[in-house]
């Protein structure tokens, strides 16, 4: 379901795929005349429903808190999510059981916000252990463990073991939520042989549709469904998508966790997915003149723009290399 991104595939590949699936998909509808698109919803509205969805949600469900009191390398499977029992005669819900044992979901999570497709949207985590690693970037490769569940318990998707996946090629709600968390400390040795990570970033997320898939999700998932992820983060590493020595996180030029919105020379692709940011016809790679692997620290005409982000700087290492 989370599928990592091809990272060979350049952006326009991935638009003249998307292209060609449209057009798949319109001469598939010729044979199909019962079939009839839905127009997605507006996505203001939907994300006041999705609002009210999530708060009664996290209104109504407890977890198992003190399993967590005691320090450990806990893992999703013992993250226990139990809806309150049954409302009574007046349509008030009945007191959580073991209330010392068990928190309601609304009193621990955080609250977080974020913009997208000009819409502000609220999501949620619950932070069982932060994580004594560094945090990964937005656009960083991440090695987790994780389950995805809809509101009614179902599990959609989710791993045995530890896998990678470029946060690039997610949902919104991961690069969100995500980087809040901390990876793991490193390898632990069991008496066994085997070792497990230790003290790794350990949450569940509660996604908003806006955030998740709204209206295209795959199969498995109704539309406009709002999300829960459970998940165990354990390592990251940066990734330099287009391959022009400046690793994703860095071409985060205004710095608010979104690689999509930088986009210095105003085509048709985000910085981190360009060979060429400024648009002066020199690949950003060769305009590393020290030739130091690093063309943020050339700026030829000291105007305190470097010359892979300055359009009046045409000067290239290309015969040097």
């Known amino acids: 379901m989370l599928k990592k991104i091809n990272l060979i595939m350049t952006f326009r590949n991935a638009i003249v795929v998307l292209l060609l699936s449209v057009l798949c998909f319109a001469s598939c509808k010729n044979d199909d005349d019962d079939f009839e698109l839905v127009p997605p919803r507006d996505r203001t509205e939907q994300q006041?429903?999705?609002?009210?969805?999530?708060?009664?949600?996290l209104s109504t469900h407890y977890y198992n808190s003190s399993t967590f009191d005691t320090p450990g390398n806990y893992t999703y499977n013992d993250i226990v999510i139990t809806e309150l029992p049954d409302v009574n005669n007046d349509g008030i819900y009945e007191d959580m059981p073991n209330p010392g044992m068990n928190t309601l979901l609304i009193d621990d999570i955080i609250t977080m916000t974020t913009t997208s497709n000009d819409v502000e949207y609220e999501y949620y985590f619950l932070r069982l252990n932060q994580g004594g690693g560094d945090a990964p970037n937005s656009s960083d490769t991440v090695n987790i463990n994780y389950?995805?569940?809809?509101?009614?318990?179902?599990?959609?998707?989710?791993?045995?073991?530890?896998?990678?996946?470029?946060?690039i090629g997610l949902i919104e709600g991961w690069r969100s939520v995500i980087p809040n968390f901390g990876t793991s400390t490193g390898l632990v040795e069991n008496e066994d042989g085997t070792f497990t990570f230790d003290n790794y970033g350990l949450g569940?997320?509660?996604?908003?549709?806006?955030?998740?898939?709204?209206?295209?999700?795959?199969?498995?998932?109704?539309?406009?469904?709002?999300?829960?992820?459970?998940?165990?983060?354990?390592?990251?590493?940066?990734?330099?998508?287009?391959?022009?020595?400046?690793?994703?996180?860095l071409e985060d030029l205004d710095g608010n966790g979104n690689v999509f919105d930088d986009n210095t020379d105003g085509d048709d692709l985000p910085d981190f997915f360009d060979i060429d940011d400024d648009g002066d016809g020199v690949l950003t790679r060769f305009e590393d003149l020290d030739n130091d692997g690093n063309p943020m620290n050339d700026d030829t005409d000291n105007d305190g723009i470097p010359n892979y982000l300055d359009a009046d700087t045409a000067i290239s290492n290309q015969e040097d290399n």
Request: net charge negative; proline share 8%; hydrophobic share 40%.
């Open 147 to 167: 389950s995805g569940n809809l509101f009614d318990d179902d599990v959609f998707d989710s791993t045995a073991n530890p896998a990678n996946f470029d946060l």
């Open 48 to 57: 006041i429903a999705d609002k009210d969805s999530l708060l009664n949600y």
């Open 204 to 249: 569940v997320m509660f996604v908003p549709s806006g955030l998740a898939y709204f209206n295209t999700p795959p199969f498995g998932i109704p539309v406009y469904s709002n999300l829960i992820f459970k998940f165990e983060l354990y390592s990251a590493e940066p990734n330099d998508h287009d391959g022009d020595l400046i690793l994703s996180h």
